[in-house]
């Protein structure tokens, strides 16, 4: 039997999580007792619902009682804080609750508390692991477990990574806020490559049954924006952020009626979302072309949302894009990605040849299951199917295993 109220709170927690994280945080400077009051407010919430009713806005009141938990918390620190000083006789200082010591009015003041919790994360007092880490932690609420996962570590060691990201920010004093603009450039690297990180943790979901997180793809383009709002002339951003849209107008089609993945060729193309494409070639075409990674990648994924079919792609343009991209950005998986778009161009054997010169990606499924396509197209069925069943013990979602099951027979059956 279905428990409504678990479903409830499940959904409110995946839509909610980040934005009541980040409020608590900015109240308290303390992200274990944002965190802790949060999960107070869940285990509340079990409760109070199926004792009384699910309330109308689920956000709301779970905000409300994670905010009630952390001022009492706070209260109550401050008056241990007060009893020791007249113990000590010493003057008693007033403590705001709502003003911790290490918290700006700025951030107080700032207009987006998720905005001003990236920068926190990604300060670069912080090691990248441990930024990429923490954020994906608080900002994109994925679990330690999932988390390890996708750092190829074990959870434990991820646990004991965010205990020491945290400490660090609070015993360093990293202030909780957007920088001032003297400082934006600087530290927007740092923030990009985390967000668009943010982006693909829920573009390709791990650890479920699902290849898509729809609310981590909504709040990454959103804070994006907003990081475009403070850099309008910055070319990387508004890459990036053409870079989410063209991406995200794909989400619908990336599954059929019964959840199942349906690749790039064969998705209904009317399901795209053509204001979402219009509005991220309007941002490439007031962009200079130039080396950028996230305006490079923005440009390729332009050329698939703007083709009419599959065989009207311009994959000889998109392999050049490609290489440019390894120039600037040489990475494994660019290079996996111009092997497919050169087997789009010039033919399977081509593609094979260029995946033959790749490593560092033995674990990795998309390999695999690359080199499973290419040889079932050649038809060297036998070659395919070991590729395949490769992919299928190191694809993260049953989705995919599913998928790859299928075009493992049809290799088979050919």
């Not at 900015?26 to 407010?41: K, N, P, S, V």
């Not at 570590?153 to 991820?158: G, R």
């Amino acid at each position: 039997m279905t428990d409504v109220v678990a479903d409830a709170l499940a959904t409110a927690a995946s839509a909610e999580t980040a934005r009541i994280v980040s409020t608590l945080i900015r109240m308290t400077g303390d992200f274990t007792l944002a965190e802790d009051c949060l999960q107070d407010a869940f285990a509340k919430a079990l409760v109070d619902w199926r004792a009384n009713t699910i309330p109308a806005n689920p956000g709301a009141w779970l905000t409300t009682v994670a905010k009630n938990r952390a001022v009492d918390v706070l209260r109550r620190a401050a008056a241990e804080r007060r009893a020791l000083h007249r113990i000590a006789r010493e003057p008693e200082e007033p403590v705001k609750a709502e003003m911790p010591e290490g918290v700006s009015a700025e951030a107080l003041t700032h207009p987006d508390d998720r905005l001003s919790l990236i920068f926190t994360c990604c300060h670069p007092a912080l090691p990248m692991d441990a930024r990429v880490a923490l954020t994906l932690r608080t900002v994109a609420g994925l679990s330690p477990a999932q988390i390890a996962r996708a750092f190829l570590v074990t959870e434990s060691t991820m646990e004991k990574r965010l205990v020491r990201a945290r400490a660090k920010i609070k015993n360093a004093g990293i202030p909780y806020r957007v920088p001032p603009e003297s400082r934006l450039i600087e530290r927007r690297d740092g923030v990009l490559a985390v967000l668009y990180l943010l982006f693909s943790a829920g573009y390709s979901a791990t650890g479920d049954d699902s290849i898509i997180r729809r609310p981590l793809l909504a709040e990454a383009v959103r804070l994006t924006r907003l990081m475009v709002e403070l850099l309008p002339a910055d070319a990387e951003a508004r890459g990036l952020l053409a870079l989410m849209l063209l991406q995200h107008a794909r989400s619908d089609a990336r599954t059929d009626s019964a959840g199942e993945l349906v690749t790039l060729e064969n998705q209904d193309r009317s399901r795209w979302d053509a204001h979402a494409i219009s509005e991220a070639i309007h941002i490439l075409a007031g962009l200079q072309p130039g080396p950028g990674r996230y305006e490079l990648q923005a440009r390729i994924a332009a050329c698939h949302a703007t083709a009419a079919s599959p065989a009207s792609t311009n994959f000889e343009y998109i392999a050049r894009l490609y290489g440019e991209l390894a120039a600037i950005m040489p990475s494994p998986i660019v290079e996996l990605n111009r092997a497919v778009a050169v087997a789009m161009w010039q033919g399977p054997d081509a593609g094979l040849a260029i995946l033959a010169t790749i490593t560092g990606l033995d674990d990795y499924y998309l390999l695999h299951a690359t080199r499973a396509d290419l040889l079932r197209r050649l038809g060297r069925a036998d070659e395919a199917t070991i590729e395949y069943q490769r992919a299928l013990e190191l694809a993260p979602t049953d989705v995919e295993r599913r998928y790859l099951a299928r075009r493992m027979r049809d290799a088979r059956q050919r």
